[in-house]
């Protein structure tokens, strides 16, 4: 299993931004599909963006054209750069890694987490 430690938390205030990391260790991280979900209090966790091995990303609807999943496999790192942050973003993200070329939106589906990185969003 691929080892993930989360970064780039904090508080901003509404309208803000903030760059999240995860870096990896353990097993080449070019071979697994990553993603970043989220939990708010008394929320489940949920999905927020994935990349696949070769690129390929996804967004959920709430965070299109605001967050953007990038990864950099030179430096076994994925990134999730979040704009125009609202109150409604504040939860713990966290990072997860998923063995396979392709990335899906299911978090049973990932055999590697982070320790999680709290963002809070002030109004």
């Known amino acids: 299993q691929v080892q993930l430690v989360e970064s780039g938390g904090g508080l901003v205030q509404a309208g803000g931004s903030l760059r999240l990391s995860c870096a990896a260790s353990?097993?080449?991280?070019?071979?697994?599909?990553m993603a970043w979900f989220r939990q708010a209090p008394g929320k489940e966790r949920d999905i927020v963006a994935a990349?696949?091995?070769?690129?390929?990303?996804y967004h959920t609807d709430s965070v299109k054209g605001r967050f953007t999943i990038s990864r950099d496999n030179a430096k076994s790192m994925v990134f999730l750069q979040m704009n125009s942050l609202e109150p409604e973003d504040t939860a713990v993200y966290y990072c997860?890694?998923?063995?396979?070329?392709?990335?899906?939106?299911?978090?049973?589906?990932?055999?590697?987490w982070g320790q999680g990185t709290q963002v809070t969003v002030s109004s």
């Open positions: 997860a890694a998923r063995l396979s070329p392709y990335h899906t939106l299911d978090g049973r589906d990932y055999g590697s």
């Open positions: 990349i696949s091995r070769s690129g390929g990303t």
């Open positions: 353990g097993r080449t991280f070019s071979s697994y599909a």
